[in-house]
């Protein structure tokens, strides 16, 4: 028997990344990785760095967010991230280059603000080549 | 009367001047068209968002957050005035520093100070030759720019708000009404109404009033409002930014549409006068003729 489906808006304030029907949908959370199917009670959720996965006729894709919230209803959900790329979309070698940058930044140690934005920018840059080897992982 | 050739050179530079007001215009309406689509592309985004904060707003408290909450003294009012780096937009930039000029005087007739947020070259220029303190001023970041842009501004207005620096803070922006129509703005954005954010969500939240009932939050209602206000401010200085840049260049276009047809009008007036000035030297010239095969018949 086919899942029931629910439906699946990711915006971001340059476009709509994706409006699909999916059967399951993997949230990372702010206090953790949560996942969705259809009826789910009303919640809204802020959104870590990370990647979201849907599964839609037995596959799983996987996009990769930064910040943001979710907000599900119980047929569907609505991601509103400040940045949104599927995995095809990364960069793996900006990733790499922006993680390189942060690191070198935390070494130096300056000011806490920089801090905070350096460890945001190292935490988006493996965030991004984790979700790029799992996405190539999985498809072999 | 002006010499034939001074008509002719005049008619020349005008025609010249046709031909870049001209070009003008087609740009203009080009990156009118790319910043609409700008716009369109982040209305979802925008919509979903009012909807979230409208249906939050209901059941929280206006003291559940310090962005919420209305100062009983408010001494210090932010202004942020976008405007368009560069001229030759008819009168955009300067009703835009209008509306915020004529606040400013308002509330400092009442006692409270004024500062200065500025988005482009040309507020910035005039705000510093007004008596208002210029306390940021961000240049040559309109013809191209993100929400990066908005959140960096953001995040120096919610410091300062914080800080108790500023106890107000509105946003002048400009409006885009239509191609024809744009309108100089002024929009509170600290601390929230919650009256504003209702308002402008507007028809969602009344068809889903039944439906909003109860969501559960994560991590909490607080933690939640710490993520989603600022981010709002955010939203909403996006939203003026993208607005504000369709109306330059919507008032460039209606300006240098203008300037074209003037441009028309000028070179008809100049080729007349042209036209009158050639037959004036042909007649006087034949009345010579005349005249001299008088004398010699004589």
């Known amino acids: 028997m086919a899942e029931e489906q629910l439906h699946l808006d990711i915006v971001t304030p340059d476009s709509t990344v994706l409006s699909e029907d999916v059967e399951y949908v993997g949230v990372p959370g702010a206090v953790g990785q949560f996942g969705v199917m259809k009826n789910h009670i009303p919640f809204l959720s802020a959104l870590a760095i990370g990647s979201l996965y849907y599964r839609k006729g037995g596959s799983n894709t996987y996009v990769f967010l930064s910040g943001g919230f979710a907000e599900v209803t119980p047929d569907s959900v609505s991601i509103l991230a400040e940045s949104a790329e599927r995995a095809e979309e990364i960069d793996v070698q900006r990733a790499k280059q922006a993680k390189e ?11 806490e603000v920089d801090q905070a934005r350096a460890e945001a920018a190292l935490k988006r840059a493996i965030q991004r080549i984790n979700l790029k080897e799992r996405q190539s992982g999985s498809s072999h | 009367m002006a010499s034939l050739k001074e008509v002719k050179d005049k008619i020349a530079s005008v025609r010249k001047t046709k031909q870049i007001t001209r070009a003008m215009n087609m740009v203009a309406s080009a990156k009118l068209r790319k910043a609409q689509g700008r716009i369109e592309r982040f209305r979802p985004y925008a919509e979903k968002y009012y909807e979230i904060m409208g249906d939050l707003s209901q059941g929280v408290d206006s003291s559940a957050h310090p962005l919420l909450e209305q100062r009983e003294e408010i001494n210090n009012i932010a202004v942020v005035l976008v405007t368009s780096e560069r001229g030759l937009c008819g009168a955009f930039n300067s009703n835009l520093v209008q509306t915020a000029t004529n606040f400013a005087a308002n509330r400092v007739d009442s006692g409270q100070n004024v500062k200065f947020y500025c988005m482009g070259k040309k507020g910035a220029k005039d705000i510093k030759k007004s008596p208002y303190e210029l306390v940021s001023d961000h240049s040559d970041v309109m013809e191209n720019f993100d929400f990066t842009l908005a959140s960096q501004i953001g995040a120096e207005i919610i410091h300062a708000y914080t800080q108790q620096e500023v106890d107000e803070v509105h946003l002048v922006y400009g409006r885009f009404v239509s191609v024809i129509r744009q309108e100089a703005t002024r929009l509170q954005i600290l601390p929230m109404s919650q009256e504003g954010g209702e308002e402008q969500s507007g028809e969602q939240s009344g068809e889903q009033a039944g439906s909003k009932a109860e969501y559960t939050y994560e991590p ?11 981010r709002f401010i955010k939203v909403q200085l996006y939203r003026g930014l993208l607005e504000t840049s369709a109306s330059e260049h919507a008032a460039r276009m209606t300006a240098m549409d203008n300037a074209t047809r003037n441009c028309d009008d000028m070179i008809s007036n100049l080729t007349l006068s042209y036209n009158k000035a050639r037959q004036a030297a042909i007649t006087s010239e034949l009345l010579d003729i005349v005249g001299g095969a008088e004398a010699l018949k004589g």
Do not use: C
Request: zero cysteines.
């Open chain 1, 101 to 111: 940058r942060a690191e070198e930044r935390l070494r130096q140690q300056k000011e």
């Open chain 2, 220 to 230: 909490s209602v607080e933690g939640i409002l710490d993520e989603l206000l600022p």
